[in-house]
């Protein structure tokens, strides 16, 4: 196209021809063709980012050539809702720069030609962890990088069991009171507790020997089986609920905190210890 009279702008291409004239007047012959590309002393630096605001800014920039200048995100992290963006580089001044772009120490660069910045992001996503009954976890709230997995485990206090858990688990593993979500996606868990039925299991005297099967139990449990072992010098006589097995029959449908006691006599005659009779402690009596 010819070149047209007044400004013309920087990147625009022309095909022209010349001639010049000499002293006297006579003129040339028409040159061949020329492209005629217009430049200046400036050279080009574009800059391209999903998130945030940048220096230099998003979009095409001009400076002047050999210019050193910053580069920094200036709000940094970006956060929308559940979601939120850093610099992949780990944080403000730290770009992916493209191709003809010196970088020196700071965030500071040189421009010496036409350039460009893309601004590399990674993702974050929140974990809300929360707890329903008498309990904790052991992950607090916060931010995750994506694509990492978060492990939580739920431990319920004494007088607990944890249930299940509950929120936005699709796609994680469960094992029990142990969840590993991958966190593909912002995501809320809440593991879920509730009061279980105690079972205590004493020895009277005390002395005498060892009770095993107590603890916390689902109400309604069927799985509740106590057994008494004596120690020498000992013989089991009944359960404070009148069984006069050592290992008790299985505890059916319990849906009260329960207390056993194992008593046990003394096989050593005439040694003063102290005995139980009828679940009373503290009676004393002497096996003849």
Do not use: E
């Amino acid at each position: 196209m010819p070149v047209p009279k007044g400004w013309l702008a920087v990147g625009s291409n022309y095909t022209c021809n010349v001639r010049y004239s000499d002293a006297y007047g006579a003129w040339s012959p028409w040159s061949p063709a020329y492209n005629l590309l217009v430049s200046t002393n400036q050279a080009k630096l574009t800059v391209t980012t999903p998130y945030g605001q940048t220096v230099p800014a998003a979009g095409t920039n001009w400076f002047d050539y050999s210019t050193v200048t910053m580069r920094w995100v200036m709000n940094s992290p970006v956060t929308s809702g559940t979601t939120q963006y850093v610099p992949a580089a780990g944080g403000p001044g730290a770009a992916a720069c493209r191709p003809a772009v010196k970088r020196s120490t700071r965030g500071l660069f040189s421009i010496t030609n036409h350039s460009s910045i893309s601004w590399l992001w990674k993702t974050n996503y929140w974990l809300d962890t929360a707890t329903v009954g008498t309990g904790t976890v052991n992950v607090p709230d916060g931010w995750w990088p994506k694509g990492s997995n978060a492990q939580i485990t739920a431990t319920a206090d004494a007088l607990s069991l944890f249930t299940r858990w509950s929120g936005q688990t699709n796609g994680c593993t469960i094992k029990s009171n142990v969840i590993t979500a991958p966190m593909t996606s912002p995501r809320a868990i809440t593991a879920n507790f509730m009061r279980g039925v105690v079972v205590t299991a004493a020895t009277n005297p005390p002395a005498a020997g060892t009770v095993t099967g107590g603890g916390v139990f689902m109400p309604g449990s069927n799985k509740v089986a106590l057994v008494a072992k004596t120690n020498a010098g000992w013989r089991f006589d009944k359960w404070s609920d009148g069984s006069t097995n050592a290992t008790h029959a299985t505890l059916l449908n319990l849906n009260n905190d329960t207390n056993f006691v194992a008593r046990f006599h003394s096989t050593r005659h005439g040694d003063g210890q102290s005995r139980s009779d009828n679940g009373r402690h503290g009676d004393r009596r002497r096996d003849l």
